[in-house]
């Protein structure tokens, strides 16, 4: 049985199973229209392994805006440079994993030692944007990371040689942060421009566009994503997947029905929201509207 | 019964009962400890109601760092420029809700209206926060907007009042993004230096220092408090309060155990992990608290 | 500040907050309008240490009929018979545990010795039992050892002095079950009669009876519940609390709306659906509830 | 890409993905190792839409032993006699549908019109065994209904056919119950003997049997599974599926984990926990598992 055969079979089956097949649906179409797409993601998503997804995806030329937060970044530019991390347990003694340098993320595995070399590459790495200029919207900054590094599995780099932007509204939240401030402490010229990065996000798209959100997981991401495309009009298609329940009220659990009420989607809107942990909601979904795609020559 | 003595009972009870009555041990400790305490929250628990408690929490200086996300911010000065938010329902008709011009945010409803009085404020206060200087720390600024405003309800009135900061990494993640970025668009040389602030929440503790945590909710939030914390030896308290569950992998669902893994909280630290919704869980835990640091005339 | 004023402030506060509040006063408005009220509850909370409340719940006649499952009953018994629970930790290592012979529920300890006291305790009250006659309904078996009981924090007890019956569907569903097994081998025409209780739980209450379900956390008892009543006409009053999700589709996470659509409680009832752990949720709701009571002198 | 290689894929991702791996590869042991097999599932499961995966896995004798509970019995039965449930939303209005005569059950709408035709069947059924004897187990009650149906797709039939027991513990936690307890007024010597039924589950293995425990969901069904390996000193291997959360304490959140103090589960054993929506892990799981059973003649 394929996958693109079983996610049909999810359309006759109940709670989040049809979810599923109804998220596939919005994913096929999305494209088929023609919509530009945002495509948010968390870090943790990077650290458990769909990093090579996304890195295709860009490839591919699915989304045509990326959102995501500063730990993406990092452990994708780790990544790149030969970074591997291991997948261990949850209930792992967090004690002993500290005395021998390994750091838990859920039930991965990072080595403190990759973080040192990371910092050698980001040194180097500003030192020649510096030169460049000494201004930086975020994502022109991701860009030319990417562009500086050399992975097929890299997510920077795929989306820098297909001029996918990626956007990052809290770029100094992860040891980048700290790099950056180092560099500004060295050179007090250099400016990392948020605000006008927030006029790059907007004009990325034009109220006529016909927009579709992708939203995986929660937080600044999955927020940003749906202020973009409200302010440019709304999206008229969203897939949200999250594990985090609409009771909180917390934005991760905060459902496509919800972006109704705040002209975030458009009433007319395509939305579905799929409850589920997303290492294996999104490949289920995302593969079967792939090989969709591919059929229809929309690849 | 008092609350506080009910949060003694939760003692000899299972479940996440014990946790809560831990956690308000904790912040007691950290209290009577002379910790410096950092505290985060995600903004959906200022839309809820608590913004009164976190602002009477600066005034009896409490904490001595904030950590929040735009929206907290936002929803901040619109209630203390006179905006009220309605609790209605989670499963209201959003369409219905937009039309009449209602935003939803689980059970709170916000008036759209609401957001332009809040344009027209913040464009006259950036005027005069440019006309100080150019180039602004998103902490520094944060402080003049509070003491622009007048209401004791008001966590930034409160925070600029006692000189307790306020960090937003991800500033531009609300409506207030898109007015600074109208603004910049007239003021080229207006600059949120995000660089800057994170030298600042580092400076603002030393490695010498007792640290504490209280994490409410996860996001950006949760996760610059331990950051900020980490780059200075790790925190010796922590307390983190979240609905979202540790399988997930994600920051709002990691627990305090993890923290360990990564040095982030020390390891012989004072740590606990509440799972509950945080309009319940903190209250209660907080005011018992507060009650014990009377009796110990620690407030 | 008193439990009682807390619950009133979370009628200013959004997420659960309100929701605990609205459930705190249909647990009020339930025995104002002198409604049966139906509480149901899994054995969890009975190993959590709700125990004791039950019990002073029956002893003031709040329920009418209570609803569980077998390893309450048990446990019930243990504790009375002066088994102590300890409270440990969720991450506990477990073949650490066994080798001990302490069995874990959660963060709750239970030592493997107290299954041995009960035995004998059980095959001994059976005897008597059997002595009166040979078929029992489960309620009627269990008022017989609530009256062997002599413990005041007991849920049997309480319920058997108070004319409370207890009902429990699945009572082999638990070590209690294998002695029942073992005693019939020996007796067998000892029977226990599950067909006829539930005659029994339908006419504890009459069409015209307004009925109230109390449901905390889910699973047959909660669904044994709403059953009952739907088949006398549907609750009028309903508080489910639960730490399940209703996009699971399971009964643990279905609300109180859903409840409407079976006509499992009538259209204009009073219902509420509080999302959280039952240990800090229910002794909230009932503790403010019973301190209106008995200004009500409704006590 | 089949299913079967992406299960393969989601051994390189973190988080839930590679639980699901492992789940899959224990399923995969248990069969290898002719272990006997206990599947335990909620009746929300069958009212899901995996009632026909249910009765394909008996058909091919993959569980040697069902546990369940009493409304996946009725559903299974108004199923086989030509019933349909539709798919609609957890946001439905309930007092619209009930109005209409449709229930709901999360996302899933049932009609009234069905229980009728239920009951029709189930008193001819009941008059049928009675004239047979007037004393029953459940399981052997279950395997007459099951010969009376003629559907492939039905669990009770193919359970029949294959000598797969079905137990239910609290069988009179449905309609059903309702419909014995009337046939009982008429026939006051017939007996449901749930306490001979409880020996029955205990004899269907022996303590030299390798046992594994497939547990969707929570509940009776999962703790009964438990219960009666326990009882025959553990199962060897067991996999567990659910939305819940062992934060809670609840039967439905216990992890595999937990069940090695118990000595629930031997403490060698291959066990994993999923965390998710068992309409999208069990399909997955199991597909991929039989695909290689196929492979290696398994089947």
Known sequence: MTVSEMVNTFGNLGYQA???????????????DNAKIFLSFTSNMVTSGLRGLFAQLCSLKIPNILITTSGAIEEDIMKANGEK????????????????????????????EGYMKFEDWILEALEKCYKKKKRWAVSELLKEFGLMLNDTNSILYQAAKKDVPIFCPAITDAG?????????????????????????????TSMDDKKGVIALGGSISKHHAILATLLNGGAKYAVYMT?????????????????????????????????????????????????????????
Chains 1, 2, 3, 4 share one sequence.
């Open 85 to 112: 991390f291991d997948i261990g347990n949850f209930d792992a003694d967090d004690v002993e994993l500290h005395e021998k340098g390994i750091n838990r993320v859920g039930n991965l595995m990072i080595n403190t």
């Open 243 to 299: 594990t985090a329940s609409k009771t909180s009220g917390s934005m991760s659990g905060a459902t496509t029905s919800e972006a109704k009420s705040w002209g975030k989607v458009k009433d007319e809107s395509d939305i579905f929201t799929v409850i589920g942990d997303v290492t294996i909601m999104f490949p289920l979904a995302m593969i079967a509207a792939l090989e969709k795609l591919e059929e229809e020559g929309l690849l």
């Open 18 to 32: 049809i979810e599923l097949n109804h998220a596939q649906k919005v994913l096929l179409q999305m494209k088929r």
């Open 176 to 204: 980048l942060g700290f790099h950056l401030y180092l560099f500004q402490q060295k050179h007090p010229d250099f400016i990392v421009d948020v605000v006008s990065d927030f006029g790059n996000i907007l004009l990325g």
